[in-house]
């Protein structure tokens, strides 16, 4: 019998083929890896006026027709990418989602070389509201909002929120002491 409330997403990942492991081992934990901190933002945009079952059941495709979600690839894509891309049926196939991963390759590059990594960048506005984060996110990335900044920060573990407090999980990612926890 589960101590969660039925309607937290810790509930309906319980068991579940694609969400359980999401939720067990991804959501929430603290991401170092510039690539994988694309990736997750990627994800996000992806997701946008869709379920994130479809994102998470597409998630193998979308990690091989972006190469890895590896940067320096990524901002090298140029127009027979984009065609390959919206001819691809593993992923969502989006033209202005697709121009996003571009642009925000090719942004990241400049947050390296300024801020040393992404996650360097994010480091230094970790202490920010939802508000200025969300400022600076549409400033600064291709198809970002509300939605998706505090969805991609609260699953990397720079905002609280991923999983509700009596979930097991909660307390393994309180031990890694994330971001919103500092």
């Not at 992404?118 to 939605?147: C, N, P, S, V």
Request: net charge negative; with cysteine.
């Amino acid at each position: 019998m589960s101590i969660l409330p039925s309607s937290t997403y810790c509930s309906i990942a319980q068991g579940h083929e694609y969400h359980g492991p999401y939720h067990d081992h991804e959501y929430g934990f603290p991401v170092e890896s510039d690539d994988l901190l694309f990736e997750r933002l990627m994800l996000e945009i992806n997701q946008a006026g869709l379920s994130w079952l479809t994102i998470l059941t597409k998630r193998v495709g979308l990690r091989s027709a972006y190469d890895g979600f590896a940067i320096e690839r990524v901002a090298e894509y140029g127009d027979e990418d984009r065609t390959r891309l919206m001819r691809d049926p593993r992923i969502i196939r989006n033209h202005l989602k697709i121009e996003a991963a571009i642009s925000n390759a090719r942004t990241l590059l400049d947050i390296r070389a300024s801020h040393g990594s992404f996650m360097g960048w994010l480091d230094q506005h970790h202490r920010l509201d939802i508000a200025d984060w969300t400022r600076l996110f549409k400033k600064t990335f291709r198809y970002t909002g509300g939605e998706i900044t505090a969805s991609f920060l609260m699953s990397t573990g720079y905002l609280p929120g991923a999983h509700h407090p009596t979930c097991p999980v909660h307390e393994t990612i309180r031990t890694l002491h994330p971001k919103w926890m500092q």
